[in-house]
């Protein structure tokens, strides 16, 4: 079985809606609209695992916004959060190794994303503005 498809049977198996599939690029995108996930990347980019999940578009020059995702990024258990290339889309990331994938591992990486939305929902709601 290749990554790729270990990847595929995880997802499944946690529940997710796999939304589109791309064997070339070897990425799934998934949803459950119900713990904030929506349009989740999920890159088999070979050696790691990519997870990424657009949060919203932001300020990049509001210093306090920044700081404070800055200090959020200590209490997040897995993945942070980052800008993408242009500086505007704070999303969500994690990286992990593909090589010794588990079940285990892609769930607490998901879940962390699922704890931070739930934790800190009226923030997040307050960066957004």
């Keep these: ?4 498809e270990k990847v595929k049977q995880y997802l499944q198996e946690l529940g997710y809606d796999i939304a589109h599939e791309d064997v070339i690029d070897q990425i799934y995108v998934i949803n459950a609209p119900e713990d904030g996930i929506q349009n989740m990347i999920v890159d088999c980019n070979d050696p790691i695992l990519v997870i990424e999940q657009y949060l919203f578009d932001i300020d990049s020059s509001d210093a306090q916004v920044l700081r404070a995702l800055l200090q959020k ?22 990286t992990l190794q593909l090589e010794n994938l588990d079940l285990n591992e892609v769930e607490a990486s998901i879940n962390s994303l699922k704890l931070l939305m739930a934790e800190y929902a009226g923030e997040m709601l307050q960066f957004a503005k």
Excluded: S, Y
Aim: hydrophobic fraction near 40%; glycine fraction near 8%.
């Design 1 to 4: 079985m290749t990554h790729f």
């Design 73 to 94: 990024n200590r209490e997040i258990i897995h993945g942070a959060f980052v800008l993408d290339e242009t500086g505007k889309r704070l999303l969500f990331r994690d």
